[in-house]
């Protein structure tokens, strides 16, 4: 797929598809207060749910002239907090019918972003997030709780897609729901999980672009064919020519991100009571390890944005049985 190089051909581009989006238009705009807690990996590893208490929020849209109970999505933002690229997915989801929440698991914790120190907030934790999330739209009178789909990027990517796991479900969903469908675009895949190709019924779609030196895909592939061995219905979409984020229209086609962590190069296990190893060492993973490295790429890609959303409309139009425009 042939990337745009020239800003202002992308910049109309992208005015003509936020027109589309809001076509619909959003019906009514709700912002939520979401208890959780914040952990380490060792701790969500282990099944602790005794973490520092926070408050994080979410802003919830309704299309307009549906009256009947909304299917929705839930999406998480990725290393860099919620940007425009959020926004336009939660627009393309309204102009379906379905409800949009922008879960914000950064401002509540005071974190602006996690591109240059990940350990401010451990992408596995954030799933506890998630998870309050689902329980709390569960239960809100105008959505149907058997239609609530999850969908992350990069960081929160691992949430949405992991949630798909019977053990993570069984230690922290909620009891009055589950995931209608896990959707990842460019997904962190190089932590082995114990029991993680262990998952439920429910779809498991991955979005990720060929050239992503930020977030490799070779992980996910590997995931996929054992999700796939195990009889999982999960599908990988791969984008030639798109780096990271190649679906946040306000970049360029690539852009050099010096001081950003990338875990491109590690392979991680989790091993004995949460621990996490370095699989070429053995040896306690951390990020000092000279497998973490600076200097990735972001970009976006007109073509492989384009095609996701469409190939995401058309799954939920389907999982959720919505009537199609």
């Given at each position: 797929?042939?990337?745009?190089?020239?800003?202002t051909?992308?910049?109309l581009v992208?005015?003509?598809w936020?027109?589309?989006?809001?076509a619909?238009g959003v019906?009514r705009?709700?912002?939520?207060?979401?208890?959780?807690?914040?952990?380490?990996?060792?701790?969500?590893?282990?099944g602790?749910?005794?973490?520092k208490?926070?408050?994080?929020?979410?802003?919830l849209r309704?299309?307009?002239?549906?009256?009947?109970?909304f299917?929705?999505?839930?999406?998480?933002?990725?290393?860099?907090g919620?940007s425009?690229?959020?926004?336009?997915w939660?627009?393309?989801?309204?102009s379906?019918?379905?409800?949009?929440?922008?879960?914000?698991?950064?401002?509540?914790r005071?974190?602006v972003?996690?591109?240059?120190d990940?350990?401010?907030?451990?992408?596995?934790a954030?799933?506890?997030?998630?998870?309050?999330?689902?329980?709390?739209?569960?239960?809100?009178?105008?959505i149907?709780?058997?239609?609530?789909?999850?969908?992350?990027?990069?960081?929160?990517?691992?949430a949405?897609?992991?949630?798909s796991?019977?053990?993570f479900r069984?230690?922290?969903?909620?009891?009055?729901?589950?995931?209608?469908?896990?959707i990842?675009?460019?997904?962190?895949?190089n932590?082995?999980?114990k029991?993680?190709?262990?998952?439920?019924?429910?779809?498991?779609?991955?979005?990720?672009?060929?050239?992503?030196?930020?977030?490799s895909?070779?992980?996910?592939?590997s995931?996929?064919?054992?999700l796939?061995?195990?009889?999982a219905?999960?599908?990988?979409?791969?984008?030639?020519?798109?780096?990271?984020?190649?679906?946040n229209?306000?970049?360029?086609?690539?852009?050099?991100?010096?001081n950003?962590?990338?875990?491109?190069?590690?392979?991680i296990?989790?091993?004995?009571?949460?621990?996490?190893?370095?699989?070429?060492?053995n040896?306690?993973?951390t990020?000092?390890?000279?497998?973490?490295?600076?200097?990735?790429h972001?970009?976006y890609?007109?073509?492989a944005?384009?095609a996701?959303?469409?190939?995401?409309?058309?799954?939920?139009t389907?999982?959720?049985?919505?009537?199609?425009n």
């Open positions: 797929m042939k990337s745009t190089h020239l800003g051909i992308a910049g992208a005015a003509c936020a027109s589309a989006a809001s619909q019906g705009l709700e912002i939520h207060a979401i208890p959780s807690v914040t952990v380490s990996n060792e701790q969500f590893l282990t602790d749910r005794y973490g208490p926070v408050i994080i929020g979410g802003e309704f299309p307009r002239g549906i009256t009947e109970k299917s929705t999505v839930i999406l998480i933002h990725g290393s860099g919620i425009a690229a959020t926004d336009r939660a627009q393309e989801l309204n379906v019918g379905v409800a949009a929440f922008i879960l914000d698991s950064f401002t509540g005071g974190i972003n996690t591109n240059t990940q350990s401010q907030l451990d992408s596995i954030m799933m506890h997030d998630a998870f309050a999330a689902l329980g709390k739209l569960a239960a809100h009178p105008r149907d709780p058997t239609r609530i789909a999850v969908m992350g990027f990069s960081k929160g990517a691992v949405a897609i992991y949630s796991n019977e053990r069984a230690a922290y969903g909620p009891g009055n729901a589950e995931f209608a469908a896990h990842g675009l460019y997904t962190p895949c932590v082995t999980y029991q993680d190709n262990k998952v439920g019924s429910k779809p498991i779609r991955f979005f990720h672009g060929i050239a992503d030196d930020y977030v895909i070779e992980p996910c592939r995931y996929v064919q054992r796939k061995e195990v009889g219905d999960v599908t990988i979409t791969e984008y030639p020519d798109a780096h990271h984020a190649y679906d229209f306000t970049l360029a086609s690539s852009v050099a991100v010096p950003a962590q990338t875990t491109r190069n590690c392979l296990v989790e091993s004995e009571n949460g621990a996490l190893l370095n699989n070429r060492t040896e306690p993973y990020l000092n390890d000279s497998c973490v490295e600076r200097g990735p972001v970009g890609n007109e073509a944005h384009k996701s959303i469409e190939a995401v409309k058309q799954f939920l389907l999982r959720f049985k919505l009537a199609s």
